[in-house]
């Protein structure tokens, strides 16, 4: 693994509040995916960053959620207004691009979020 | 877009044994099929990936075969250890449509 971080590790939030989730990506990947995985369920697909582009948000939900990737700085997955079927493991995933060989996932280890 | 199914969800081996883990895929321009292991509370972590020009890879006691015509591909661990228990996770299509998982329990 490259070394994908994200922070915080574990994040508590009362329910209407805002989580934001921050992922520094592997040094030299510009793709950056967030996926979330609820308790014993599978990684489901959000969005997918390159920089200062959204290329694929199919799988974020419309309202409340909202991701970005800037020119300098981490990529940002925001939640406003949480609620408690918010809480699940947010894992962020790089890569350095799209083409043979460059399209592997070295995923972070995850926040975990827990709204109250 | 992509549809990944995964088989079992759960699977025991005794400890030496194989385990077969297997994935059907719905979308025939996926091109890259890579497996990952998540132990629990941790991230996953990459153990093997196949690309469509090859029919099977292997590392050590991992190998992983591919039917692009039948459109599915599985995981195969030899000489299974208890190190192995985890869930092993197969992903298909360029944005990683994950399927929902095998956890696997190897018993000493």
């Known amino acids: 693994n490259a070394g994908v971080m994200q922070n915080p590790r574990h994040l508590v939030r009362r329910r209407g509040q805002e989580a934001r989730l921050r992922c520094s990506p592997v040094?030299?990947?510009?793709?950056v995916y967030w996926y979330r995985q609820l308790p014993e369920e599978g990684l489901k697909f959000m969005v997918y960053?390159?920089?200062?582009?959204?290329?694929?948000e199919s799988g974020m939900p419309k309202e409340r959620f909202s991701a970005e990737f800037p020119k300098e700085g981490p990529s940002i997955l925001r939640i406003q207004q949480v609620v408690r079927g918010d809480s699940a493991a947010y894992f962020c995933a790089s890569s350095p691009g799209l083409f043979a060989d460059e399209e592997t996932q070295y995923f972070g280890p995850g926040t975990r979020l827990l709204v109250l | 877009g992509e549809n990944v199914e995964q088989h079992p969800s759960t699977l025991s081996v005794q400890e030496g044994d194989s385990a077969v883990i297997k994935c059907t895929y719905s979308?025939?321009?996926?091109?890259?099929f890579p497996w990952y292991k998540q132990e629990l509370g941790k991230r996953p972590q990459l153990i093997i990936d196949i690309r469509s020009n090859v029919g099977e890879k292997k590392d050590q006691r991992i190998a992983v075969t591919l039917n692009k015509t039948a459109k599915h591909f599985s995981l195969h661990i030899t000489e299974t250890q208890p190190e192995d228990s985890a869930v092993y996770f197969c992903a298909a299509g360029n944005q990683f449509y994950f399927g929902t998982g095998t956890s696997l329990t190897v018993i000493p």
């Open positions: 040094k030299g990947h510009s793709h």
């Open positions: 960053l390159q920089k200062e582009n959204i290329i694929d």
């Open positions: 979308d025939s321009a996926s091109n890259y």
